[in-house]
Structures are given as structure tokens and as C-alpha cells.
């Protein structure tokens, strides 16, 4: 069976601090991995997506970037945090033939 | 422009009580649409998904319907239970693209 790993659970950083989020996905292949970020009391924003091995998709313009080094490994970073990239990342998955996101637990981030 | 919004924001109900949350979207042209189940600091979880041809699908005490016609969708929860607090999240996908559309979600408390 699939499952999809994000960690760590909670991080708290300084400003201007680096930032490394990771997901895996298992049991599957070449999937499209996807980051959200949520916002307290608001919906889901898309941040990045990749249909494959170093192809990465920006939707909003930001302190973020993201990058697929291997096909089931999505990571987010940052090389400066700033206080506004508080929040829950969430990273999720979907199959090629699948119409399903599933979702990671998601990272609490707090920017002090 | 794709949009989903959701009503109501916020819901309280005590437990055993039936409710009903809406979805209405914009996404155009229309793929699927899926009810989240997204606990406090924790990943949404699927609910429920249908495509164009489906008016109804269950999950349990979770029923969601769809009217593609007028772009609405609802979701009932029948006896609910204390463990049905949490956010219910509609995602509508569009056809040829990867991207999905968050509604903002309602948030449902379930006192004894």
C-alpha cells in the first residue's frame, strides 16, 4: 500500500534561518507531489507541484522553493525564513492514473 | 476565475444531530470534487469523491451529493459524533490540469 511521510512535525525557526521540509511517498511510482501551505482559518494554497524528477511548478511567487531529487522525495526549502512563512505545510501526493490526493500530516512551522 | 466557497464558516451541533454542509464552486471545466476530513494540526483525510456522472456517494454517516448543473455540493452527516469535530474541506479538480481548488472549509463542533 501507499503511504506518504512528512516530518518534521513541528518546527519552530528564527528569522532568517533556513528551512528543509521533507516528504517521501512509498509503494507507488512516479507520482505527482504536491505542497500546500494553510493558513490559521483559511484554505488550502498551492505552493508547488512536480509531475516528475526535477520538474518543479511555482504558483505563488515567495520565500519558498521546492525540488524532486528522486522520484518519490519532495522537499521544500528556504534559505531565509521570514515571519509570514508561518504556518501548516502540507505535501501530498496523487497517482497518474489516480483522480485522489492523499495527504501528509502536514509541518507545524513557526517563524520567531 | 476557479473558485470554491463553503458555507457555513463554523458549525456547532450536539451529538446525535443530523447536518448539512455546502459547497459551491466555479471550476470550470469540471473534473471531480472530494470532501476532506481535516482533524486539528493533522493532514485532510478523503471522504468522499465523485465525478460528473455521480449525484450521490456515502461513507458511513458521511453523504456527499453533487449537482454539476448548478456547481453544488453538499455534505450530510447523519447521528454525528464527537469525533466529527474537525474541518470539512470541498476540493473540486478541473479537467486537464493538476491543480485542485480548496474551499476554505467549515469548521463543525460536536458537543455532548
Known amino acids: 500500500s501507499q503511504t506518504i511521510h512528512q516530518w518534521p512535525a513541528t518546527l519552530v525557526q528564527p528569522v532568517g534561518s533556513p528551512l528543509s521540509l521533507e516528504c517521501t511517498v512509498e509503494?507507488?511510482?512516479?507520482?505527482?507531489l504536491y505542497w500546500y501551505r494553510q493558513a490559521a482559518g483559511r484554505g488550502l494554497q498551492l505552493l508547488f507541484y512536480s509531475v516528475g524528477i526535477g520538474q518543479i511548478s511555482s504558483e505563488v511567487p515567495q520565500n519558498l522553493s521546492a525540488s524532486r531529487p528522486q522520484d518519490r522525495q519532495f522537499i521544500l526549502s528556504s534559505k531565509k525564513l521570514l515571519l509570514s512563512d508561518s504556518g501548516f505545510y502540507l505535501c501530498?501526493?496523487?497517482?497518474?492514473?489516480?483522480?485522489?490526493?492523499?495527504f501528509g500530516q502536514g509541518t507545524r512551522l513557526t517563524v520567531v | 476565475k476557479n473558485q470554491v466557497e463553503q458555507s457555513p464558516q463554523s458549525l456547532i451541533i450536539l451529538e446525535g444531530k443530523n447536518c448539512t454542509l455546502q459547497c459551491n464552486y466555479t471550476v470550470s471545466p469540471f473534473s471531480n470534487l472530494r470532501w476532506y476530513k481535516q482533524d486539528t494540526g493533522r493532514g485532510p483525510v478523503s471522504l468522499t469523491i465523485?465525478?460528473?456522472?455521480?449525484n450521490t456517494k456515502s461513507n458511513g454517516r458521511y453523504t456527499a451529493t453533487l449537482d454539476a448543473d448548478t456547481k453544488q455540493s453538499s455534505l450530510h452527516i447523519t447521528a454525528s459524533q464527537l469525533s466529527d469535530s474537525a474541518s470539512y474541506i470541498c476540493v473540486v479538480k478541473g479537467s486537464g490540469t493538476y491543480k485542485y481548488i480548496f474551499g476554505t472549509g467549515t469548521r463543525l463542533k460536536v458537543l455532548a
Open positions: 509503494g507507488t511510482s512516479n507520482p505527482n
Open positions: 501530498a501526493w496523487r497517482g497518474n492514473e489516480g483522480t485522489e490526493a492523499f
Open positions: 465523485m465525478t460528473f456522472s455521480e
